[in-house]
């Protein structure tokens, strides 16, 4: 699967959920004009961090 895009916010090994959480997430927030900025960061990060797991693999 080719996990490239144009889309600077995802580095090319991004998890392909995590991209779609975060572009759903970003469509939540354009249509929710209530939504702060600093809610959007929040919420951003605890999708990151819900995969983060990925890049702390302890493979040797």
Known sequence: MDHSDNQLDFAPDDDLSMQQEIMLLKMKAFHNSSMTEKEYDMLEKEI????????SSDDY
């Open 48 to 55: 990151r961090e819900k995969y983060s797991y990925k890049n």
